[in-house]
């Protein structure tokens, strides 16, 4: 035992003998050689649309998806396989790619994926995983085949030509407008941004007080009661409200709201004329006399409605409410300003009013990936920051002018 210690460590010890120093330097460089060798036939062979395909979720989710666009089949022949988009085609970009992929196999693995259920749910998270890394690098591996420079504006559409020549100025990223362009975009009803975390957070430090007014940082159930026993609504993010009372963990509130006196009034609106809605009323209860109560009635000039200022006091959970707006609208001007301006310049919120942002904003935000809380918080804040609320020069026209003059 002690002469075969004694021989491995005279091994990796002492100089050879009997073999010479070239004949190790070669060795050493064929094992290298050889390890690079396989090392490269690896890296190879686990970017080919064979290795993608072999894993089911894969292969009957994405590949069906794929070979319904242009980028499988086209009149020119060429066709995009599973690494020209997501494997990077520099040895360091390949390598971290390869590392990041190695989460996905580990979901295929444990079954985090396994069903087009679970595939489905977990789409967003892979989606903005690749958007985000696009985003980082130009979409550098659209640009193999879609450069700028190689592009012939003129023999594109008009519209075409005005989104892209104002990208190439920019040299904006793909990916900015250009997601499901090759599967399908990911159902962003589930989803949820971040940034709404610091809201909630200032919500639980808000210091609340009775007969002070609040505002919803987030879309909140309404009920008659501290026990939920009933829920009659839902108020809408960035609604106000004045508080009366807090117990436990519920708190009642006030709403000061206007109505449409046509149907069931269920919608309830922050301003006289205009539609920004604040609150939803179950039809069972927007007419209860006990619950609601009609203030005042004015018809509006321009549609020869009548509106009524009703009032209601409801509860709602607690930890809900902020002070100030400006934290709601902040994030929701960084939304529109980073999600509305990729694809071309987004107008200015006091260029349109009130009512005309809904139906513009809802033809904008289908080519967008915001979340359905961030795209309602993004609505609100142009509504009320529209030329309704506006000192611009879109905001003084005589547009508005007409609106003041028909609405007191």
């Not at 060795?27 to 060798?37: E, R, T, V």
């Not at 075409?160 to 990208?167: E, F, G, P, T």
């Not at 250009?178 to 709404?196: C, E, R, S, V, Y």
């Not at 009013?353 to 513009?360: C, K, Q």
């Amino acid at each position: 035992m002690k002469n075969l210690y004694r021989t491995v460590k005279n091994l990796f010890q002492r100089p050879s003998t009997k073999i010479g120093l070239g004949v190790l330097v070669m060795g050493g460089f064929i094992a290298g050689a050889i390890a690079w060798l396989g090392f490269n036939t690896a890296l190879h062979a686990t970017s080919k649309e064979e290795f993608c395909l072999s894993c089911h979720s894969m292969h009957d989710n994405l590949l069906p998806e794929l070979q319904k666009t242009v980028h499988w089949s086209n009149r020119t022949g060429v066709r995009t396989r599973c690494s020209d988009c997501h494997v990077p085609h520099n040895f360091t970009d390949k390598i971290a790619r390869k590392m990041q992929a190695s989460r996905e196999v580990w979901g295929e693995l444990i079954g985090t994926i396994g069903t087009r259920e679970k595939f489905q749910e977990h789409r967003i998270v892979l989606a903005r995983r690749e958007w985000k890394r696009l985003s980082a690098n130009g979409s550098r591996e659209c640009r193999v085949c879609h450069d700028y420079k190689d592009m012939d504006f003129n023999v594109m559409r008009p519209a075409s030509q005005v989104a892209m020549r104002r990208a190439a100025e920019r040299d904006e990223s793909c990916i900015s407008c250009h997601k499901g362009i090759a599967h399908q975009l990911p159902d962003m009803k589930g989803a949820h941004n971040p940034a709404f975390d610091t809201l909630v957070s200032a919500a639980s430090g808000q210091n609340i007080e009775a007969g002070g007014e609040y505002f919803a940082i987030l879309p909140r159930d309404l009920f008659t009661d501290p026990q939920m026993t009933q829920k009659i609504g839902l108020l809408e993010v960035g609604a106000k409200v004045k508080m009366l009372e807090t117990q436990g963990n519920m708190q009642r509130v006030e709403l000061d709201l206007w109505r449409k006196n046509k149907g069931y009034g269920r919608v309830w609106y922050s301003q006289f004329g205009l539609n920004i809605t604040s609150a939803i009323l179950e039809k069972t209860v927007s007419r209860d006399d006990n619950l609601v109560k009609v203030l005042e009635a004015q018809e509006d000039l321009l549609t020869g409605l009548e509106w009524q200022r009703v009032k209601a006091e409801v509860w709602m959970q607690a930890e809900s409410l902020l002070a100030s707006p400006e934290p709601i609208w902040s994030i929701a001007r960084s939304s529109y300003s980073s999600s509305c301006s990729t694809c071309h310049r987004q107008p200015q919120e006091a260029h349109f009013d009130a009512n005309t942002w809904p139906g513009l904003f809802g033809g904008m935000v289908g080519f967008t990936s915001m979340d359905e809380d961030t795209a309602k918080v993004v609505l609100k804040y142009l509504q009320n920051h529209s030329s309704d609320f506006s000192e611009t020069a879109h905001g003084n026209d005589a547009t508005k002018g007409a609106v003041q003059t028909a609405r007191p």
